[in-house]
């Protein structure tokens, strides 16, 4: 699967394939994101929906792949906020103007955030990789499965296996070498 990337002209002109594929992309992610704030998946649900219809509002606004997502998160944490306010009677400080000040109001909401885009992260560049990469680095990783259960169940050699999945995670940390989380997953993982 190639990474994701949105035609903006057309997401402007409001092309509702394009818009299909931003909703499936983020909203996943912004469902978690909301459901760190409102511990409710029904709300949360409804909040991410109403954050892409405002992004459907707005998109004749929207010039990069970056502002979509950094529309969709502040406004849905906006709506998430909101929904605090209107359930609870709270009062709260005033949102931030930039996305990153969600690390320091919100700690455990960002680092939710964080771990759902370093998921995404790891996907795409696992669907980067050869195929025969891919499957040993799926199974092994994700699925715990021994070397010797791999080659049952693909027809490699072991030693096959062995350099497949070697070369996985050499190409893994070139394509993710900035990612601090991805290497301290992949530490854990062996």
């Known amino acids: 699967m190639p990474p994701f990337t949105v035609d903006i002209n057309q997401f402007n002109v409001g092309d509702r394939i394009v818009f299909d ?68 009677a709270q009062l709260m400080s005033e949102l931030p103007d930039d996305v990153n000040d969600l690390s320091g109001q919100d700690p455990e909401g960002y680092n939710r955030m964080l771990y759902v885009e370093l998921l995404q992260q790891i996907e795409e560049a696992i669907d980067a990789l050869p195929l025969s990469q891919q ?28 350099a497949q999945k070697s070369k996985a995670i050499s190409t893994l940390r070139k394509l993710l070498k900035h990612n601090l989380l991805f290497l301290l997953w992949l530490v854990g993982q062996r």
């Open 21 to 88: 594929g931003v909703y499936r992309y983020y909203s996943r992610p912004l469902q978690y994101f909301a459901l760190s704030y409102v511990r409710d998946r029904g709300i949360a649900e409804e909040i991410v929906s109403d954050s892409m219809l405002k992004l459907w509002n707005n998109r004749e606004r929207i010039r990069t792949e970056q502002q979509i997502k950094a529309f969709l998160y502040i406004a849905t944490r906006n709506a998430c906020i909101d929904n605090i306010r209107s359930n609870r």
């Open 135 to 162: 499957t040993v680095f799926r199974k092994s990783f994700f699925e715990g499965k021994t070397t010797n259960e791999i080659a049952k169940e693909t027809g490699m050699t072991e030693s096959s296996i062995f």
